[in-house]
């Protein structure tokens, strides 16, 4: 066995490190840089019942070391990514969690009975946190009887594992997270974006057409690293930990705070190679930490 | 190909005010296949800015690539400090740019430009030229500080400035010199801010045109879905201006 596999319910993957929802698509545009059965897996972009054109542009906004986002779950609605996008990443050897939204808990329980079924989908990533939506979204991640129902129902039609993928907008994120586990969950993904806002002083409107986005980058690391560490704690599920990771010591860091795997976001848009760099990374850094296999680093927060 | 290279800075100078030219140098020019293509350029060398910027490819040819841009913001600024003997982060080369071979030879071809919407006109022009098309150019500036390139412009062919403040050329739009254009075109191009596109494509209805269109961009390569505009012409509704343009037929964008 490798030493940079690991294991999490429905998933052996090759590696750690796998490209975040929403920041890869379907994996078309990065393929045209590098073999995408590199990664350990891919996590598809938020897929919805019915094509959804997103939010009006601006959708992008920097902010220090970080940028704000209200794409507004564009995407090509089941259908089309059922029969075209999932088949088309057949031809990769890597495994695929299909990230599921909706605005209602039939959307949600569709989407996932039918995409759960597509063979190369191996995991579902149930997107309760997106903020950029007037209807779903993160309206079911933060309140944690509604994320328990959401999960309870998903999880009843699911043919693969459920990770349910959650909002750091929230007082107490542990709350979701027990809430998640006790509907099913088989994990956990965190966090999606943090809401927030950039205004332009010559219009004092803010630079965003949507108004708010959702903040991603660097700028969140500290906040997400937290999150995981304190979720991982709380609950027995393992959790794929996400926000701001550019280099492999990010990595080595996520996982020392109780993430399994993680998911690499923003950093796909500035460096476009940074997927694979950090595969090729990680075996020279574990070698000069002295860890021997990339699972020893899963949680090592905890033990001192 | 898409290359991701850290190119060689070969030259760096203001030619008008805030309006840069950098000369790059690299495996990734010999990558470029037709003008109106951009780059995406990392603008320092830490997370503060993070994302990259695109700026449209004016030339290149020989290993090289002119970039022409303006330092608005913190990102350009930094890019305008890169001197000789630095290099640059760049990916590239993105988009889909101009079709040269739509304008036949022996004819006429109309390159309307405004501001820095100009500088990617000007390798068209060139092939243009060279495939024995007389391009005539019409560019639009603020003012005349900030006018760059009329001289290599004039080389290439007829050439008409406009100024907002009248301060050269023409005073008003590009649209006030088209009013008074007496030739007959096979084509015409433009590249520049969205309004100024909306009056071109309405002078021009009914001649074929091509349009290269500016949004603020995420990845560069269509993967982040930050970049798009509506249109009428395809069942999906949209269209990404990183991947799917920035250079779209007249008609395809809804403006």
Known sequence: ?304 | MIRNERMKVAEQREIARNIYELVLEGKLADEIREPGRFIHVKAGETMDPLLRRPISIADYGNGRITLIYRAEGCGTRLISEKSPHGTADVLGPLGNGFPVRAAAPGTKALLVGGGIGVPPLYGLSKQLKEAGVEPVHVLGFQSDDVVFYEEKFSRLGETHIATVDGSRGTKGFVTDVLAKLGHEFGVYYSCGPVPMLKAVAEGMAGTEGYLSFEERMGCGIGACFACVCHTDSNDRGYVKVCSDGPVFKAGVVTI
């Open chain 1, 1 to 304: 066995m490798s030493r940079l596999q690991v294991e999490l319910p429905g998933l052996t993957l090759k590696n750690p490190i796998m490209p975040a929802s929403g920041c890869f698509g379907f994996g078309r545009e990065y393929a045209q840089l590098y073999d995408l059965s590199k990664l350990g897996a891919i996590m598809v972009k938020a897929t919805t019942l019915e094509p959804r054109f997103g939010n009006p542009t601006p959708r992008v906004a920097e902010t220090p070391a970080g940028m704000l986002n209200a794409i507004g779950l564009q995407n090509p609605g089941l259908e089309k990514v059922v029969t075209e996008e999932l088949p088309w990443l057949e031809q990769y050897d890597v495994p695929i969690i299909a990230n599921v939204a909706g605005s209602e808990t039939e959307d949600y329980v569709a989407v996932a009975e039918r995409i759960s079924n597509v063979p190369n989908v191996r995991a579902l990533e149930l997107n309760i946190s997106c903020p950029n939506v007037k209807c779903g979204g993160i309206t079911f991640g933060t309140d944690p009887e509604v994320a328990g129902e959401l999960t309870r129902a998903v999880k009843a039609v699911s043919a693969v594992p459920v990770y349910v993928k959650l909002s750091p907008n929230v007082t107490d994120v542990t709350e979701i997270a027990r809430a998640a586990e006790a509907g099913g969950a088989d994990g956990l993904t965190l966090i999606n974006t943090l809401v927030g806002m950039r205004f332009d002083p010559r219009t004092g409107k803010p630079v965003i057409a949507n108004g708010t986005g959702g903040l991603s980058g660097p700028a969140v690391k500290p906040v997400a690293l937290r999150m995981v560490y304190e979720v991982s704690r709380s609950v027995s599920i393992p959790v794929i930990g996400m926000g701001g990771i550019s280099d492999v010591d990010d990595v080595i860091n996520f996982m020392s705070a109780g993430a399994t795997a993680v998911a690499v976001g923003t950093a796909n848009f500035v460096d476009h190679f940074v997927c694979p760099n950090l595969i090729d990374a990680l075996p020279d850094r574990l070698d000069e930490l002295g860890i021997g296999n990339v699972t020893q680093l899963i949680g090592r927060s905890h033990r001192i």
